[in-house]
């Protein structure tokens, strides 16, 4: 595994690089991400560049021996060009352009600055795309907005583009017209001059699904401008690749976007919440089957999380990059944490840290070039994510709870029973899979029903959480929720805009037990399906919480609520159902990870307690204990 | 009484129409309110009108006899029209355009809009003015902007508007000057052309309080253009309205917009609030004495509450219309509660209910066609909401409780006590009456004075509730509060604008009771007025709390502060003094009215608790019970 | 000393004004500070004047033994200069134009705002320059936006000025890039024409630094301008000032503005947080080492608050003027407090309160006109308050105590213990002080530092409280914190961004006794310094909370977390070192000032407790008793 840090040489004094990087090799440290914000010391003013200290730099990196991914510093348009060009920035919905002086204000759609992107891509990768340094490239930098949010632009450009996407997936007015329901209110456009970025907030479903996806190829797009400059030039051995960020709650495809680069990777910057980095982790691996990569991640190291890393590797990521070395003196960002302080020294708490985790066996084993693919499948639709983007509150409630949280829920319980997963989508083959895990998917469409109906109908386990199917593709809602798979589910759900009063806490009985279950609860009635839990009270009491339904050669597993307790009893019996092994967590948060290769199980203790490992967690001659915050392989 | 249904054939497939007004009928519905936002279905280009699908829906709605209102569908131009020109939407206060995809986003200033409009009204009334099926039309949609709210346009033709409005009242600039008070912070005109639309956020009370007027005369002015073109078009039996909404809290004068209608009536949503909904019925029902229309409520009876419907039909509906029957699955506000669930099949409880509804006796007895005046009126005054339309922290404070609120809490005793009220405004003859409650009416022009004087000395009972005529007309405090009163009233006030620290509860003593107050108590000494209650703590300790005063041949209760105890006492006695009869509310949330037509007493249990009525309550020979949500005519 | 009232006689009846002097002089005003919104009423139009009504009013307050104190009406340009020049209005970030009708909304770099200024101040120089009744000039009003925040401006006026300034102060585009940071995120200018004022929410820290102080800059211009217009032509018994407001939450530099003046004065309306308004008292007081003015300060006396107004006398104030003596009916601002009702009857209680205030012993001693130095000195510094002006969260945490808190826990701490202090700003020569205390300067330049060093090296005594000298004056990080300080402060810190989870308490342990402190502790490994107190918890553990250091003939105290205890003891340590007197203060909300004469001590109860002096507080003769709000001079 390959480890490594952000290093920015243009604002580093030249005097100072050697330091570093003894520095950093004295970390274990042997990768260096630079660059990527670069553009005004390469390229001052508009077709000057300034290589010298570039080259200096470069070739004291590989006289050390140090392996570089390039970033393009796409992010930050210099000042010669934003203040020539100020149409390059986004506009905001009330048509005020974005300043100058942060970060990926620059609009992704406008031709002058996607020109000046190519142009500075090509340039770099003329000038290193044989440098025996290099190891890849990294297209811009986290491409999002300035917060991180997708940044919708109402320009000119991207309204002429959005315009020229509608063409291509609606045809005609009319469909479109149909598509997005504007003959209500009196919006049905009759000239594609017409129609525009959503803006109104009373936007229709249609409308903001359409974006949304017009957005996200617009960024794939944008990527794939700099990857057909970049790809022919430099040394084949070389990759392309961005640094994702945004995954869940953006409704941006990393997976599409995938597809046009050689490696994916991510920013992975530790969070709290137990098992969401690891569900992203997979989301990557899951993209090319292949190893990924960790682009960004803390540099500090406290309280030391040597489980946080161990789960990178498991999980397959073939290099780990912290975010960053050290900060320089008046630089925006710079209170940000950082391997050294202010002055270039190593905190000896990062190096000693770096010395253990490079030290360990498991970070040495060489890294797999292919992943096998994984007995389950959790299904993750960006389309899900999207319907939310709405602000009317006539279409969706804010309440609910989000998408994103829904996900989380079964991979939760899955990463304690030890069921490793990949991530998949809408179009992926599920043939491959044994079981099929399906949270809350509200949006699939006919296309993905009749694929959930044939892998079910020939042997598959499929396990669903309410709420599943209520809109088409469009965002049109189906005459009632679930209808294209009412037969295969084995019972039908009544719409259920319903909610029941903020204190009162839904619960159903399962067995003898009582269980919580969030209150947006599906009204469900069995057909064929055998009800396994019912709801004590809310508006669905009396009714089934969770059931099974044998379908053809296959069998449906369904939580009709978000609930830990009924997504876990479903679990294992699906997983069992399905033929694959389960463990059993000796803790809340700490997680089981059969290695992919299949020779061993990794534990990941993310509690702040000391676990004892005992045999009826897992079925191996170690019994061991766990420190808190540390990462186990059994055998 | 006729029952309907809000109904959008434009979005639903023909082929189903036939069935849904089979429905209807099963679900004993008569009425059919369409097409208010149908513009670009009937117009879909310039001038290109398309009426067979709509004439086809005419005829079938009448061979199956039902009574259809049509909407004018002017609050969604369409999109040919935004882009054509787009200056006839909303400018913000920033300088921004609203943008076209919702409702109620035009600047109903704009000429070449209200041309539009008036084109698309003119072309309905023609196509349909003698359709046998039609009994009225409704103007527009729910007159305020995008959000509810007062959508207040700084266009060029606002502006161009407000001038003129201003030219009109004010006749000249060095009245304008003094009215506004100006000459403070150096802001006299001395050029019509220097005035604009309110846009700095401390902006004078005179400057805020007649935009609000103007923009609510341009409303009505905005009417008045359509009703002008279909009424001398259509048919005699036909009449034209329009459906109201925001009355007590945007400052638009409901009453005045009364005078350019046939008739009246607005979209009543259940609130939880006691007696929100009925008084704003007896608003629309003093607007005409004439029975009004409800021209949207919930479709969804859960729970089901006849009281609410039954409320309507004694406070004056004669029409009651559910918003909406069926939702379809792509529009905005696909989310809302609807009849009939996404296939189109009607909610078989709502039939229920509505058949249940329709069977009753009450229902079925025939609406008087003028309803006389009520013994008792409550003043509204709407220029005491526009008081605190000014964000300025230094005009007032939003501490303070809402006007909105402070009418309320007397008409809340009112109707527990069983005294029935007309709804009145500054400018309606007092003479009908003989109590006139008054709650804190803070802006009060000397007519208005004159009025009560003459009132008063005349013999009537007045019950006022602090705080009363602070400002005159204008915005303009009076040298005390209440000073061209104070003879009437019999007591002076000071000046109070000291708050108590928001963790003291301010209390009065009556007699042997402590009652807890609003703290915005006022400082009053009584001259002439005799005191009832006083204030045992607080800034106006000591000082009466409530006085009663004979002055000439009438009198005056009056609480300084909105305190439902204080005001119930006092509504007793002024009762009594008016002779006329009260009971006794069997419960806190059960309102009783007695019959306009004064054979019954009408009792509402607005309650979740069964509710035994005794002879302390109601002196009738029928002492029954009252399950939740229930109502009951007792003779 | 003097006693007034703002008055405004433009909006105020003719015949009312002799009856307005009349019960000023009953309630002991002498003072009348007017016209500083009276723009319109002087010049209706442009270069027509009305002077006639000002003659009057001038003269009849000199009939009346009156002085009075003229401002400058520019904070209110009248609607024929906006109207003609729209450009004039302030610019917002996002480009929209202030809206006219509220004040301080134009913008103070326009060149046409500042020629109509400098030409009606001139106009009204030249009127009254002579007049008897005049005894000085106040320019402008409250120099702030129109909510008293600092109003940056994106015009292009500003844009311009900003630019001529950057180019005075930092020469040639690669200092400013330097210095700037710029070669991060690509933001290197190649042309000053690509500099604009900051509006990017991530400027860096020096570009926002620079805008603070360049604004700052731009209102002592402003002033200047009238100055100098106003100076060459008034009496030369006349003082021109201005009022000053915002003092240490804003960035602007109060004592810059003071060069430019001949007398300083802020508006002091009454805060609840001890020791607040004291400390502008001594900014201002400092500024000139003269007398200074409270232009404003609430009418209200409720209760009455002796020690208030004792306190200002004490700090250093020659006149008082309450804001303001009577409203009038429609202007904005009209529900603020006031001497008198709406009617203009005087309130009796305001009365008895001026009666008895004029008639103490205290207030009528005569005002020295030049303040000996004290002993102490409190470092203010405004580039500490600019550090908190960027939005952007990777530069500063919000989360941390601000500056002005950090500020006022040592005022307090010495305020108790009797330590009189001059606030000083960086720049202000050290040497007649013994005692220093510098709260938390964050940024201090290396000149400080020498500066510093020199005061202790000769003998000073140094108090200084965390964080300390974390920055360079263009906002560069040194090395490390503190770095040109560490051989005087005998102690290293480290650099300290983690921040304890919000739950723990920090304690530090002094002798027996645990301390509370501010959980932003600075981490501290001494070299030569003592520890005092060290923390028991939290991040820096261990280590020193408190420290002394002797360096060559001076010593330094210093503690490591904002902490009143820890402060108090390091204080007292001081005084004693520094040979300052302290007292006790018998209550947390008492304050002992001694008299800057010396020949007295005054004590301000600000408690709402009785107060029992004893031998313990004040070794002097008079053991009293102080009733709440009162204040005494105990000899």
Redesign the interface.
């Known amino acids: 595994m390959l480890f490594g840090t952000s290093y920015?040489p243009?604002?580093t004094n030249e005097n100072e690089w050697a330091q570093d990087l003894k520095n950093m090799r004295t970390a274990c440290l042997d990768t260096l991400r630079i660059l990527e914000?670069?553009?005004?010391?390469i390229e001052?003013?508009e077709g000057h560049y300034q290589f010298d200290w570039l080259d200096r730099f470069m070739d004291l990196a590989h006289s050390m021996e140090f392996k570089v991914i390039i970033g393009t510093?796409t992010a930050?348009?210099?000042?010669?060009l934003?203040?020539q060009y100020p149409e390059i920035m986004i506009v905001s919905?009330?048509?005020?352009s974005?300043?100058?002086?942060?970060?990926r204000?620059a609009d992704i759609c406008n031709e002058i600055y996607q020109h000046y992107c190519v142009e500075i891509a090509k340039v770099l990768a003329e000038r290193y795309g044989q440098h025996p340094a290099v190891i890849g490239w990294q297209i811009d930098n986290e491409l999002m907005g300035?917060e991180a949010a997708p940044p919708e632009s109402h320009s000119r450009s991207a309204t002429f583009r959005f315009r020229q996407y509608l063409k291509r997936i609606h045809g005609d007015l009319a469909t479109l017209n149909?598509?997005?329901?504007?003959?209500?209110?009196?919006?049905?456009?009759?000239?594609w001059?017409?129609?525009?970025i959503?803006?109104?907030?009373?936007?229709?479903?249609?409308?903001v699904l359409d974006h949304s996806r017009f957005f996200s190829e617009s960024i794939r797009h944008f990527i794939q401008l700099q990857y057909e400059v970049i790809r022919p030039i430099v040394a084949s051995a070389h990759w392309v690749s961005t640094n994702s960020t945004g995954v869940f709650n953006s409704g941006m495809d990393h997976q599409d976007w995938a597809t046009t680069l050689d490696t994916v990777g991510w920013d992975s910057y530790f969070s709290e919440t137990f098992g969401s980095n690891a569900l992203v982790h997979d989301l990557f691996r899951t993209a090319k089957h292949q190893p990924f990569w960790i682009f960004e991640t803390n540099s500090l190291p406290?309280p030391i999380k040597p489980a946080f890393w161990a789960e990178m590797l498991a999980h397959g990521a073939q290099g780990i990059i912290m975010w960053h070395w050290r900060?320089?003196?008046?630089?925006?960002?710079?209170?940000?944490?950082t391997f050294c302080?202010?002055?270039g020294t190593p905190d000896p708490r990062r190096v000693a840290f770096m010395q253990d985790i490079a030290a360990r066996a498991e970070f040495k084993s060489p890294i797999p070039q292919n992943f096998p693919r994984a007995k389950a499948a959790i299904l993750y639709c960006p389309d899900c994510t999207r319907t939310a983007l709405t602000p009317?509150p006539?279409?969706?409630?804010r309440r609910e709870i989000a998408y994103q949280e829904r996900l989380l829920t079964p991979y939760q319980v899955l990463s304690r029973l030890g069921i490793a997963v990949d991530v998949i989508q809408p179009g992926t083959s599920l043939e491959a899979y044994d079981l099929l895990v399906m949270p809350s998917a509200q949006l699939l469409s006919l296309e993905m029903a009749e694929a959930i109906r044939d892998f079910v109908s020939q042997g598959g386990t499929l396990l669903g959480v309410a709420k599943t199917m209520h809109?088409?593709q469009?965002?049109?809602?189906?005459?009632?929720p679930g209808e294209p798979l009412t037969d295969v589910l084995g019972f039908t759900m009544?719409?259920n805009?319903?909610l029941p009063s903020e204190s009162e806490r839904i619960q159903a009985q399962l067995g003898e037990v009582i269980i919580d279950c969030d209150p947006f609860v599906e009204m469900v009635t069995a057909t064929t399906a055998q009800v396994e839990a019912s709801f004590v009270n809310g508006p669905a009491q009396g009714q089934p919480a969770s059931l099974i339904h044998r379908y053809e050669k296959g069998t449906v597993y369904y939580a009709a609520a978000n609930s830990e307790a009924l997504i876990t009893d479903l679990a294992q019996k699906a997983a069992r159902n399905a033929q694959i092994d389960t463990y059993e967590s000796p803790h809340k948060r700490a997680a089981i990870y059969p290695d992919p290769q299949g020779d061993c199980v990794w534990l990941f203790n993310h509690s702040s307690d000391t676990i004892q490992i005992t045999e009826t967690h897992i079925p191996s001659g170690e019994y061991i204990q766990l420190t808190p915050d540390e990462a186990e392989r059994l055998k």
Chains 1, 2, 3 share one sequence.
Do not use: C, L
């Not at 914000?37 to 010391?41: E, H, L």
């Open positions: 920015y243009e604002i914000f670069a553009w005004s010391a001052p003013r510093p930050t348009p210099p000042p010669w934003t203040t919905r009330d048509g005020v974005h300043k100058p002086g942060g970060r204000d300035p149909q598509r997005w329901g504007t003959r209500f209110w009196s919006q049905e456009y009759s000239d001059g017409e129609i525009g959503p803006a109104n907030k009373r936007a229709t479903m249609g409308q406290e900060n320089h003196p008046a630089n925006a960002e710079n209170e940000t944490q302080d202010w002055g009317d006539y279409i969706h409630s809109k088409d469009w965002g049109h809602n189906y005459n009632t009544a719409r805009r319903t």
